[in-house]
């Protein structure tokens, strides 16, 4: 789906095993897909260059992606958190730092571990147990290596024990994550009040100023729109867009150029018991503004600097 399909970047090379996930409207632009379409074509290319294919079966688009899995590679199979499938996770739990889970499916039953909050990593973390198992990895090794497993910038949890309020910081950019996002908040905490920080890039991806906006808008109670690399593009333009959308929701919405500022502020005015999400940059130390990528803090650094002038 990203460039390396669509401009032959890896053209020749054959993979051993290619993990499809997910699809959704995203990366178009006049620089990117034209369309919906060729962003779909492109993650195709996928099955045409690796020999085993591991497909989600929870995706709208499994049957299609399965179609042509089989046109294109030696071999198929999926997994899946709801439907029966060659792996499959069953008895998720939550746990105070993520989930426990057991994984059934062909010569594999045991229980795993996962560090990590959100169903969506559940998902992930069964489409790599599925991928290790099939390239002959002990059990036991999964497990141990999944239990410690960790993606530095996603869904990292602080709590500002002042007000009772979780901070997440997650890479969360395009309608899918976001929707995930808030599905996975709602589903663990409840119907709590949501604040949350994001922007939009420069000149690509342009429908998310549209589609965040208004997820946004709908499901949070407070909206800090900020900059998120914005490039050549005027900073200002890119926040009153996302603005245009996410005003008309539930939430009240409002535009702060500083990132850090809008990090502070989201966690000064959280109600007592909320969430405050801050997606898009987690550990990056860059932002692109003109065409140079400028030095700046980490939303976890940003994080960790007002939580700790505020002990």
Known sequence: ALPIFKYDRTKGIVFNTGIF???????????????????????????????TAIINKDSSYFKEMEKEAMEGSKSVLSFSLKEDADYRAVDVKHTDSGYKFKVEGKNINGEFSLNMKGLFNVENALAAISCCHLLGIKEAVIQAGLSKAKVPGRMEIFMDESK??????????????????????????????????????????????????????????????????????DLSLISKEIFSYAGKGKAKAIIIDSREDAIKKAIDEAPQGGVVLITGKGRETRQKRGILYEETLSDVQIVERILSNES
């Open 21 to 51: 996930l997910n699809l959704s409207q995203d990366h178009i632009s006049a620089f990117e897909h034209k369309d919906f379409k060729d962003y779909k074509e492109a993650k195709k290319v996928l099955f045409s260059q690796c020999e």
């Open 164 to 233: 009772g309020v979780r901070i997440f910081v997650d890479y969360a950019h395009n309608r899918l994550s976001f929707q995930t996002l808030f599905d996975a908040i709602f589903t663990e905490y409840g119907k709590v009040p949501v604040s949350i920080v994001f922007g939009c890039p420069g000149n690509k991806a342009l429908g998310r100023r549209k589609e965040l906006g208004e997820i946004s808008g709908q499901l949070a109670d407070f909206v800090y729109i900020t900059e998120e690399d914005s490039g050549e593009e």
